[in-house]
């Protein structure tokens, strides 16, 4: 990639990340981190920045996004030290459309021979590598088909594990935020893993030509992230929910980390707050 390219790249992904996660440099997102158990069968087998989750079933797994090309050895490294098979990846899942949710799919299709699935907004992007939203060229990355295309409140069920996908529609057209049930001793927990509720450097708002309804778009996606019912706080980066920080809290502390829905509205308020900001700015207000 040249040296150009690469520091658009950066920008953007860093953009994506959203306010915390400005500091984090790109190398966050392809350094290891410890794979670890979030609660009952709902694991990280993520970077230190790039989110992957991985839901663990006797009848097969489940994985959410395949994030970089290069991420994918570090991915599987991470399933295998759980003590699962890659092979064993029955569906993949993306959060969005962007390179660095998906552009590893390609590969893991290859390897584990899962069926990917995707919210029909972010269909076209993800069959033509990213071409049609012409966002910007360097967001491409290799195609891949998909073999089930998702709408607004469909399940995937793989074994005894249950994910719902909810539109979160804005930062991409089928931007799709997870939520399942996750049994963790004897508590029922409500898991939500954020699509991306940021509007990236660049983004039109108003009089967008080739996404007209995206900031009604945006709209919706918080309407939604407001309804979720929460306790475990997660997203497409570990910077959305401070996921270092409750990593190292896992081992001393009285109770799971991840649960935070205080954390979880506080960082949806201030998403929200940001894209008004932005709206109302775009318009001359
Ligand atoms: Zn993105």
């Not at 996004?65 to 599987?76: D, G, Q, T």
């Not at 071409?131 to 195609?143: H, V």
């Not at 607004?152 to 594990?161: A, L």
């Amino acid at each position: 990639m040249k040296s150009y390219v690469l520091s658009l790249v950066i920008a953007f992904l860093t953009a994506c990340v959203g306010v915390r996660g400005v500091a984090q440099s790109p190398s966050s997102w392809t350094e290891p981190f410890p794979p670890h158990t979030i609660a009952g069968n709902l694991h990280y087998v993520g970077s230190r920045d790039l989110a992957s989750y991985l839901i663990t079933t006797n009848e097969g797994h489940i994985l959410i996004n395949s994030s970089l090309e290069e991420s994918v050895p570090l991915i599987r490294a991470s399933v295998e030290k759980l003590g699962f098979k890659f092979a064993d990846v029955k569906v993949l899942l993306i959060s969005h459309a962007h390179a660095d949710h998906c552009a590893g799919s390609a590969e893991i299709k290859k390897l584990t021979g899962a069926r990917y699935m995707v919210m029909e907004g972010d269909v076209p992007a993800i069959e033509s590598g990213g071409a049609p939203r012409k966002l910007a060229d360097y967001l491409a990355f290799p195609p891949a088909k998909v073999d089930r295309v998702l709408k607004d409140g469909d399940e995937v069920k793989v074994g005894d594990s249950v994910l719902v996908a909810h539109l979160t529609p804005g930062h991409t057209r089928g931007c799709t935020t997870w939520t399942m049930k996750v049994r963790d001793g004897g508590k029922l927990l409500d898991a939500v893993i954020i699509g991306s509720p940021n509007v990236n450097p660049g983004y039109i708002l108003v009089n967008n030509k080739t996404y007209p309804e995206i900031a009604t778009d945006y709209e919706k996606c918080f309407r939604v992230l407001h309804s979720l019912p929460v306790d475990l706080f997660l997203g497409a980066h570990g910077s959305y929910y401070d996921m270092e920080k409750k990593h190292a809290l896992l081992p001393t502390a009285a109770t799971n980390p991840f649960i935070d829905p205080e954390g979880y509205r506080r960082y949806v308020t201030e998403r929200e707050q940001a894209f008004r900001a932005e709206w109302d700015k775009q318009m001359g207000k």
